[in-house]
């Protein structure tokens, strides 16, 4: 039986686009569901594109029910992996899958996190730092953003002439190449 795994977007969903190829032909682990707080998020498209289950809610259900929680158990799913949600996770998820959920963030922590640091939000504010190394983080996630224990980490140079638009090109080029990679090896340790 494979691993299941369901992503949570808000957005455009590349990272979950590279999560849905890399998994696509693998025998142990497949992407079995994608859920977002946002009807119009291109990440739908994407889930469409590569025929995998979508589900969309509100904050009603998913801060105030059992709904999502209760979804996820009904479709056995085996870990969660948050891929430009904005959302808080709420207390009910992460006791119903404590160690199974996964964040990335477009900055090395615990620099540039927290509430409202989302996006091209992390991305400006590096820039404005006059930071010289931006980076990435994948992290479990537990109540507070941004603060669950680190599984890893990746720089990139800042050089003088980068605009925003090239510093959330490196960041992405970053996330695009690890994501899957370390979502695999997390993953692959877990018991189905
Ligand atoms: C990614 O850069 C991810 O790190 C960031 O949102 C972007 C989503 O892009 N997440 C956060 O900022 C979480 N605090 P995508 O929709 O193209 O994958």
Known sequence: MK???AIFASGSGSNAQK???H???SNEIEISLVLTNNAEAYVLQRADNFEIPSHIFD????YKTDVITDLLKNLDIDFIVLAGFLWLIPKNLIEAYPG???NIHPAILPKFGGKGMFGDHVHNAVMLAGESEGGITIHYVDENYDEGEYIYQAKYKIDKSDNLEMIKFKGQQLEHQHYPRIIE???KKIKK
């Open 19 to 21: 999560l849905m190829e």
């Open 185 to 187: 090896a997390v993953v």
């Open 100 to 102: 199974r959920i996964v």
């Open 23 to 25: 998994f696509k032909r």
């Open 3 to 5: 691993k299941r795994i």
């Open 59 to 62: 904050k009603h259900e998913f």
